[in-house]
């Protein structure tokens, strides 16, 4: 028997914790991160087989050997990558609202003082509009078929008017297929390349399933920490089985980098700085490792402006606000918002994420070392 047939027969024939489970509950979800994560990962993050196999056994793919400081005495503070698939049923058949963008921002409405103008949604080359009713030059309000609804129109329209517009699918993760669109002097841009005129309509027309979104301006610090990008704060809330309220499980900083910009998403390149919960102070940033090495910054890499030691301002009302805004859904009880701070205290919710990644917190610290973390998982059978 091959040294390598003598690992998998030990690693098939081992019933720990994690194969029991993964019997369990079926492995659509190991194959989903094998498919997804583990096919791209295996030439950029090089080590001995056995150290892989043992990653595998424990629930992890191949960069948490690099994110993680995970061995067996640590393991069980992190949740794995196979745990953080059995997080997607935590809200049921509320994640839709999550899921969908356009929905999101209705759930929303009532807190019309965190949530950011949708002008209209993209379909078939049709403009709708969603938000604010139509008005005219004297500010009345106009009957919806006074005006064109062909999309291209109407999103140069926006766009002459604001100069900045996102225009973002109604289903998508991570930033994918999301256009930040900028015009100056009739030469347009689309996420930081040029676009003559023709080009931009022909992008547009071609857009189905998107909502127009304002481009929301982020408060001072935030452009202070790199400019080129809107500079979002991830917060994970968790729903307390035994006290029955949310809490702040987690926060980060994402800062976006050349590689990154107009975004600022870390699986793009940008940067994550923890955020410390009691005074908002951040600390180090760091880039995912896309060269199988983690490197950190207390100042920005391209610009030289202070990360750590940097704060974001009115960070208690924020917390004070985003947790009494979590706490009028607790039928939606795990959360990733995305905000963006625009002034001391205040925010602006860009979306909500049902199923939040993991390794933008945990690069920093485990979440299972926090009790009250682990116990919302294990109320929902997910360690």
Known sequence: MSPIQRLLSKLYWRSDDEL??????????????????????????????????????????????????????????????????LTRPINGQWRTALQNKLLFHRLLQPFD??????????????????????????GEAKNANDRTTDSVARVKEYLTSANR???????????????????TDGSYSVNGEERSEREFEELVASLDGYLVCEYVEQADYA??????????IRVLTMWDPDTDEPFIADAVHRIGTERSAPRDNWSRGGLSAAIDRSTGRLGEGV????????????????????????EVPGWEAVKEKLTALAGRFPQIPYVGWDIVVTDPGEFTVIE???????????????LLAD?????????????
Not at 44 to 62: A, D, K, T
Not at 296 to 308: C, M
Request: aromatic content about 10%.
């Open 20 to 85: 029991q489970r993964l019997s369990q509950r079926g492995v659509k979800p190991f194959l989903e991160l094998v498919v997804h994560e583990e096919a791209t990962a295996w030439s950029r993050f090089e080590m001995p087989l056995g150290r892989r196999v043992w990653l595998w056994r424990h629930g992890f793919i191949s960069q948490a050997d690099v994110l993680y400081d995970v061995d067996e005495r640590t393991r069980h503070r992190y949740l794995s990558s196979y745990q953080r698939e």
């Open 113 to 138: 003082a965190h949530r950011s103008t949708v002008h209209g949604h993209l379909h078939r080359g049709q403009f709708t509009a969603v938000d604010a009713p139509e008005s005219d030059s004297n």
């Open 165 to 183: 517009l996102v225009l973002k699918p109604i289903y998508g993760v991570s930033g994918n297929r999301v256009l930040i669109c900028s015009v």
């Open 223 to 232: 452009d202070d920490l790199f400019r080129d990008s809107s500079n979002t």
């Open 287 to 310: 880039q995912y490792p896309y060269d199988g090495s983690l490197e950190w910054h207390s100042t920005h890499p391209e610009t030289g402006n202070a990360i750590a030691g940097s």
């Open 352 to 366: 909500g994420n049902t199923c939040s990644g993991v390794r933008v917190f945990q690069v920093h610290r485990p």
């Open 371 to 383: 009790p009250r973390v682990r116990r919302f998982y294990e109320h929902h059978d997910v360690i």
